[in-house]
């Protein structure tokens, strides 16, 4: 138990980040940035920073690829096409891997579209947050409920296997009108419902740190009617069919998102572009123990691309210590309904459970997982409270 050792490596994932947004939305934290898209730079950018990243994963086959954001569908479909290929050609990329874009309603062309899947993405994750139009513009968001059906029914002609993320606990509008109400949030909820998309993610607004709204809060529903949203959804969805398997995530049997799952338990996944993270689980060599490493590219989008042609792109690279192994874990597998298999633990940090055995001691005495001797998991109260469950492994 005193170092790492991992008996296999983890299913590997790799993370594609376009900062780019038409307009920065004002609850947003992710590193994205209004400006001129830089499409023939940055692609040669991402494959630099690629090339640069390959020793350490050199030969392990990549299972999912995502294109986040900011706002991925800014690029054009060749620009899309020629990062896939150029992954395919440097590394050993899944036949049957689950390429995902992250698409804005307000960037929506059905040409374009279907030559995103012409070109290898299988899979769309479509930014709606709500269909009433009063709450998208309180959030900032560039379109409107007309834009999201028209994106919705593209994406499902073109594409086919359509996630839509939709927020719920709205603030009020600069214009005068109210913090969302519980009938708002449930009509949002059956007109998502209403296009029998695969997956479906329902997430609660939070006011996130160096934001607008962080600046200047908006008044928001109070955290009683905010729950109570939470638990509606829920109803909802469950109701409907889909299958509530991670806090926010809901999807038909078997359509979860799999590069999402690759996160939630702990797997490896090579992060690229400006601001992306990464996490490699290394080996070990006769000169070096079995560790797990953490990246961070540099966020600027110009000192990425200046940095990424000279092989220098990460800004941080560091080992995971063994006193935070079990909380980075946990953060990860406790948002699974289904919570983790013992022997996932010890596969995917290279630790018995024994590291982590008086923290889950303390959550079960609190009710926040329940376990045997194979599995571990949260209940339903160590859901509601996740964040009181995690900070017990800190």
């Not at 214009?175 to 329902?202: I, K, Y």
Request: proline share 6%.
């Amino acid at each position: 138990m005193l170092s790492p050792q991992f008996t296999s490596l983890p299913p590997l994932s790799l993370y594609i980040h376009i900062p780019w947004c038409i307009r920065k939305c004002p609850y947003c934290d992710f590193n994205s940035h209004e400006g001129a898209v830089q499409e023939r730079e940055y692609i040669n950018a991402l494959m630099s920073d690629l090339e640069s990243e390959l020793p350490n994963f050199w030969g392990r086959t990549i299972h999912t690829v995502f294109f986040g954001g900011g706002t991925p569908s800014l690029f054009s479909a060749d620009a899309i096409g020629e990062i896939i290929a150029g992954v395919r050609a440097r590394t050993r990329l899944s036949p049957q891997a689950e390429i995902t874009l992250e698409a804005n309603p307000g960037t929506f062309e059905a040409q374009k579209f279907a030559d995103y899947k012409s070109v290898g993405i299988n899979r769309l994750s479509i930014g709606i947050q709500s269909f009433n139009d009063a709450h998208l513009k309180a959030l900032g968001r560039v379109h409107d409920s007309a834009e999201a059906r028209r994106a919705i029914e593209i994406g499902l002609a073109t594409i086919g296997n359509v996630n839509l993320d939709v927020m719920f606990a709205l603030p009020a509008s600069h214009t005068g009108t109210e913090p969302q109400t519980m009938a708002e949030c449930e009509r949002d909820v059956e007109t998502a419902l209403s296009f029998n998309t695969p997956h479906l993610s329902f997430y609660q607004l939070t006011m996130e740190p160096n934001t607008v709204f962080a600046k200047k809060p908006p008044p928001l529903p109070d955290h009683d009617m905010a729950a109570d949203m939470q638990l509606r959804v829920e109803a909802f969805l469950e109701a409907a069919g889909y299958v509530h398997y991670e806090t926010s995530a809901y999807a038909k049997p078997q359509r979860e998102c799999q590069h999402n799952m690759n996160y939630w338990k702990f797997g490896d996944y090579v992060g690229i572009g400006a601001g992306a993270h990464g996490k490699l689980s290394m080996p070990g060599s006769p000169t070096e123990p079995p560790r797990i490493v953490r990246t961070e590219r540099v966020k600027q989008p110009r000192e990425y691309m200046q940095r990424a042609i000279r092989g220098d792109a990460v800004h941080e690279r560091r080992i995971v210590a063994r006193n935070e192994v079990g909380f980075e874990f946990m953060l990860n597998a406790l948002r699974l309904n289904e919570g983790f298999a013992i022997r996932e633990f010890e596969e995917r940090t290279g630790f018995s459970i024994a590291l982590v055995n008086r923290a889950l001691n303390e959550c079960e005495a609190k009710r926040l997982i329940e376990r045997d001797h194979l599995r571990v998991k949260p209940t339903p109260l160590g859901r509601q409270f996740l964040n009181q469950a995690l900070e017990v492994f800190l």
